[in-house]
């Protein structure tokens, strides 16, 4: 056991600093979180791509012209045949038997799997919160609701719109949204024009394309020119293969063929699914055009792999569309056949792994963890939240990412409780607000109620400051911080992952910042062994004031003591459970950032060697950089040794905007670059060393 941390200073370095801002100036009253600059790694070790990784370009770096939909569902809880209380899980069931499963009614739903935020009934408040979370953070623009049968659920749209109001009056981002039509089409977009476009109100929630509110279905199934005037119709079914102008297909067999208009070069729009329908035997395991064989429970070895995604996704990331459109977010439930001719159902298409005969269940749209096309994250141990993360990856390829902001160190910090001194350090490692609701709502069958009140403290932003000694960590919520009082082991807890290497630790965080159940102090600990194991190595005096708080940590405990500079990962998180598993990331108390993701604070851009013009010492450059009348930035390197060195010049967001190699005299050295935004942060390495500084 390591003694209390004494030390109560935190400093920052001089000139040998990056100026962080953030990845892109948001507009007043927005609240961007930058989740496309959170790192993760998902459950299989896969990295989630980000501008951190190596040997991968997205697809449009500047993320223009590329829009990404996502197929949604709005039935949860309606069409029920069996009204008891009683629900059906296939899964579940055949858990009990695959050769005899106790199925529920005729036309019964089922749902496939268990999500993780249990089986919900639409409009419950607290999902569509988690949803729209999930879905702003992955990179998703624009929902397109699913009422292909003629039933549009109007209230259940209404909560999702409740829900979007609610996020954009505190400046978060927010999906556009349209629907999917087929079936008795010209009644059904009636009854969506009475209910939302014959309103001037609901305007503003539309997915607008060529002007007008963008409506999926067969505008030749209209006769009315009111309807055919009022939106921007792309037809949309299944297996359309490009064969026409205007359509825009939400699946389609691998090499998926483009929507187009005008030109067939004109790539308006591709889908990508994970799966095809149970049915069809095509799988989330389906790849190189096999499905590979299946478990007795319908499943494979590479059910969570995501194979046939990944395969759907390569072709667009080749294809380059304007649009992607993904299947599917939460379809979650089919309806029960039998194969007897009744609806048409042939016995080629029973459930897999089922007998082909008369009797035997069929399930068109999903069935298990392998035929089902869902990303919500699913408390199937197969499964989990790898589909999520797979989307998040792809999506970022697609549409491109912001540069991880590169942290300032303009100050001291004194552990003395002072708050201010924060106020200038940069950047702001930003979350969600307002997403501690409580959830009080009943489930699909309306019997059971789903309660969960463990939010609590609600994260809002989060800094971190270093010098030669310590490491200090700074959080702050919407509201006051509730008190520490030495037991509660859930409260204000930090993860940190010193290396970005997420094949140690536990979910790969090496120290947890927590309350000691047994010295009820709040302490620093080690992981140590495997699982959720750790071991205390010295007391974290933490200073609260309010909604905000901060504390140090001496750098030879976390093994980055004598000038050791690295990344670190963290994540910050309040109210889960003592043991948590990584799924209560999605559903308990707060984290931030969200879920899966953490923040990466880019500490090896950050050298706490102090430098100066006026006391560089023997050995060191120091560097300034001003600019000119004609906007040109003047680089003025003072350097003890010769030789030759790299001059980078960053942008506001850290994007490399000019690099030059040039050789250094001992003494003054002046390099004059082109126009970069202001401000603007200069970095020289020379002989293995980083110097930097900011724009004057």
């Not at 042939?346 to 035929?371: L, M, T």
């Not at 994250?377 to 902001?405: A, E, F």
């Not at 994540?571 to 899966?596: C, E, H, I, M, Q």
């Not at 850290?654 to 603007?680: D, F, Q, Y």
């Amino acid at each position: 056991m390591l003694s209390k941390l004494q030390s109560r200073l935190c400093h920052t370095a001089v000139l040998s600093a990056l100026l962080s801002l953030s990845p892109s100036v948001s507009r007043a009253g927005s609240w961007d979180t930058y989740p496309d600059t959170w790192v993760a790694v998902d459950g299989l070790g896969r990295e989630i791509f980000s501008a951190d990784t190596r040997n991968i370009k997205a697809d449009k770096p500047n993320a223009q012209g590329h829009t990404v939909g996502i197929f949604y569902y709005l039935w949860h809880g309606s069409h029920l045949i069996d009204t008891s209380g009683k629900g059906y899980d296939v899964t579940e069931i055949l858990k009990k038997s695959t050769e005899n499963p106790e199925w529920g009614p005729f036309h019964e739903m089922h749902w496939w799997g268990k999500p993780v935020l249990d089986y919900y009934k639409a409009g419950d408040s607290y999902v569509i919160e988690k949803h729209l979370q999930m879905i702003c953070d992955a990179g998703i623009d624009f929902l397109f609701f699913d009422v292909t049968n003629a039933f549009t659920y109007p209230e259940a749209v209404k909560q999702v719109m409740k829900e979007i109001d609610r996020r954009e009056s505190m400046g978060m981002k927010v999906p556009k949204l349209c629907f999917m039509v087929h079936s008795y089409t010209q009644n059904t977009v009636r009854d969506l024009y009475n209910n939302f476009y014959s309103h001037p109100e609901f305007d503003k929630y539309w997915y607008n394309y060529k002007g007008k509110p963008l409506m999926l279905g067969n505008k030749t199934e209209v006769g009315d020119a009111t309807l055919l005037n009022r939106f921007t119709w792309r037809n949309s079914w299944a297996w359309m293969n490009g064969s026409k102008p205007d359509e825009w297909s939400w699946l389609e067999n691998y090499p998926q063929m483009p929507g187009w208009s005008g030109r067939r070069t004109n790539y308006e729009q591709m889908s990508v699914s994970t799966a095809q329908h149970a049915h069809s035997k095509i799988g989330k395991s389906y790849h190189d055009g096999q499905q590979p064989p299946l478990l007795a429970n319908g499943t494979t070895p590479y059910t969570g792999q995501g194979l046939y995604y990944n395969e759907q996704w390569k072709r667009a990331h080749t294809m380059n569309a304007q649009h992607v459109m993904i299947t599917q977010f939460n379809e979650w439930q089919a309806m029960r056949f039998i194969a007897d001719g009744r609806d048409g159902m042939v016995v080629d298409y029973v459930r897999p792994c089922g007998k082909k005969i008369p009797s035997e269940s069929v399930f068109i749209d999903a069935y298990n963890a392998e035929f089902n096309r869902d990303i919500e994250p699913s408390v199937d141990p197969i499964l989990r939240d790898n589909y999520l993360m797979q989307t998040v990856n792809h999506v970022r390829r697609y549409k491109g990412v912001r540069q991880i902001p590169i942290p300032s160190t303009e100050r001291h910090i004194t552990l003395d409780g002072n708050m201010e001194q924060w106020t200038s350090i940069a950047p702001e490692y930003r979350d969600d607000k307002g997403d501690v609701l409580h959830r009080d709502y009943t489930d699909y069958t309306g019997h059971r109620r789903i309660q969960n009140a463990t939010g609590r403290n609600d994260f809002e932003l989060a800094k971190v400051a270093k010098d030669a000694e310590n490491i200090c960590f700074y959080v702050q919520t919407t509201g006051n911080i509730t008190p520490f009082d030495g037991t509660d082991t859930q409260w204000m807890r930090l993860f940190i992952n010193t290396d970005t290497c997420y094949h140690t630790g536990w979910e790969g965080y090496d120290f947890m910042v927590s309350a000691d159940k047994t010295t009820h102090k709040y302490s620093l600990f080690r992981h140590a062994g495997s699982g959720f194991t750790w071991q205390n190595i010295g007391e974290i005096v933490p200073f609260v004031d309010g909604r905000k708080m901060y504390f140090a940590i001496n750098r030879s405990l976390l093994g980055l003591a004598n000038g050791k500079e690295c990344d670190i990962d963290f994540k910050w998180t309040d109210n889960v459970p003592a043991v948590p598993d990584l799924l209560n990331f999605y559903t308990d108390g707060d984290v931030a950032p969200n879920g899966r993701f953490n923040y990466r604070y880019k500490g090896s851009f950050i050298h706490t060697t102090p430098t100066g013009i006026a006391s560089a010492n023997a050995g060191e450059t120091a560097v300034t950089a001003c600019r000119n009348g004609n906007n040109q930035l003047l680089i003025s390197i003072l350097s003890a040794g010769e030789g030759t060195a790299m001059v980078d010049v960053f942008g506001a967001g850290g994007e490399l905007m000019s690099r030059k190699t040039v050789h250094l005299n001992i003494g003054k050295n002046s390099v004059v670059t082109g126009c970069t935004p202001a401000p603007a942060i200069v970095r020289v390495v020379q002989n293995g060393r980083t110097y930097t500084c900011k724009t004057l």
